[in-house]
């Protein structure tokens, strides 16, 4: 259940978010491994869909302790090592059933939200 | 909640890796820049909350069976529960048959659990152990040389009095 705060109203943007945040970070490491700050660019760059940055950590911990990312430290000539994230074969069953289910639900909601007659 | 102390390290490592990337990308880093890299950051709360809010979190970096998340609770596990218990059972345990024995090793096996915590923060953990060792340095002190002390040549140690030990337990003297 999302936590939620005294007073916040619900939005229903910020659940939608919630939802499909996860296998949005995973769609992002799909092409080529990623590091943490890479995956925020790509995903606020995209259209907002991170509003506070700070929780792709514990998201990609969580990814990581599940198995769906293997992570490699890789040397950066701009500072200190950087962690790289990359899928795993689980990781890349769970994009494509989401990818589907996503599709699916996406057409649902618009056909209900279209204008009728 | 209480992050363990290996996963607490990481996640800060990891944020402040993120503020320095983005400083680097904004490239400056004045009052202004910084808090905006602060604000997009979000609250610490909402991090920290991001941590505990999956079923089978364990709070440790390394993977760890899901169900120890389960028995832990805002620091306190079955492991530091039963190391907190053998510490403050070790001194009523001197009263016992081999107390003595019993003393020492409750105090050995307490600490040892103590640091095989992964929910304590090592911080915690030196506290601990220094109280421990202290009030048993103390005991020891107290307790060892004072009686030792006072027996006489061949007599069994016995607690100091003023003047010497007791008359009556040395009917050699």
Redo the contacts between chains.
């Keep these: 259940m999302p936590?939620m705060v005294a007073g916040e109203t619900r939005d229903p943007t910020t659940e939608l978010r919630r939802g499909v945040l996860e296998h949005c970070v995973l769609a992002v490491m799909r092409k080529k491994e990623s590091y943490?700050?890479e995956i925020?660019r790509v995903l606020s760059d995209a259209g907002g869909l991170v509003?506070?940055?700070?929780?792709i950590?514990?998201?990609l911990?969580?990814l990581r302790?599940d198995g769906l990312v293997d992570t490699t430290w890789r040397e950066s000539e701009?500072?200190?090592p950087?962690r790289y994230y990359r899928l795993t074969s689980q990781g890349q069953r769970s994009l494509d059933a989401f990818v589907e289910d996503w599709a699916r639900f996406r057409d649902a909601v618009d056909a209900v939200l279209a204008p009728r007659g | 909640m209480v992050l363990a102390a290996d996963?607490r390290s990481?996640?800060m490592a990891?944020?402040r890796?993120?503020v320095?990337?983005?400083l680097?990308e904004a490239g400056r880093s004045d009052e202004a820049t910084v808090r905006n890299v602060l604000e997009?950051?979000?609250?610490?709360e909402?991090?920290v909350?991001?941590?505990g809010?999956?079923p089978g979190?364990?709070l440790d970096?390394a993977?760890a069976p899901s169900g120890r998340a389960a028995g832990t609770v805002a620091g306190w596990g079955a492991v530091e529960v039963t190391a907190v218990a053998l510490l403050c059972l070790a001194w009523p345990a001197l009263f016992l048959p081999f107390g003595f024995f019993l003393f020492v090793a409750f105090g050995i096996i307490g600490l040892v659990l103590v640091w095989a915590s992964r929910v304590w923060t090592t911080r915690r953990k030196l506290t601990a152990t220094i109280c421990v060792v202290a009030l048993y340095a103390l005991l020891i002190m107290l307790t060892t040389p004072v009686s030792m002390k006072c027996s006489t040549g061949g007599g069994p140690p016995e607690p100091c009095t003023p003047g010497g030990p007791s008359p009556i337990v040395n009917p050699t003297q």
């Design positions: 936590r943490a700050y925020v509003t506070s940055e700070g929780t950590y514990p998201l911990s969580r302790r701009t500072g200190p950087r | 996963r990481e996640l990891e944020v890796d993120h320095d990337a983005a680097t997009r950051l979000g609250p610490p909402d991090i909350a991001a941590e809010g999956q979190t364990t970096a993977p």
